[in-house]
Nanobody, 120 residues
């Protein structure tokens, strides 16, 4: 059984910063891609940023230059540094990971979500 636990969300003023973290635990053999998605009220869930095991990154156009995704493979953890936050960044942010369990089973796992609210 594999779990992703997210932390770091909260209320921040426009222009502020937050750092989200997501740690995977359980019987993990390998973690391939990891990413952050968000879902705002009345909107579809969208990819914010993704990172391969080797460190190749991909960002939504709306966050390029403001957000940075990183990972620590030894800690099975992915981070999202969010700077210059805008009200339109307000959403529930979900961590995602493609995981191979110790048994060999492939799983796509989601975190519980953490709320980021950007408001003055």
């Amino acid at each position: 059984q594999v779990q992703l636990v997210e932390s770091g969300g909260g209320l921040v003023q426009p222009g502020g910063s937050l750092r989200l973290s997501c740690a995977a635990s359980g019987s993990i053999f390998n973690i391939n891609g990891m990413g952050w998605y968000r879902q705002a009220r009345g909107k579809q869930r969208e990819l914010v940023a993704a990172i391969t095991r080797g460190g190749t990154t991909n960002y939504a156009n709306s966050v390029k230059g403001r957000f940075t995704i990183s990972r620590d493979n030894a800690k099975n953890t992915v981070y999202l540094q969010m700077n210059s936050l805008k009200p339109e960044d307000t959403a529930v942010y979900y961590c995602n990971a493609a995981i191979v369990e110790g048994s060999g089973r492939y799983l796509e796992v989601w975190g519980q979500g953490t709320l980021v609210t950007v408001s003055s």
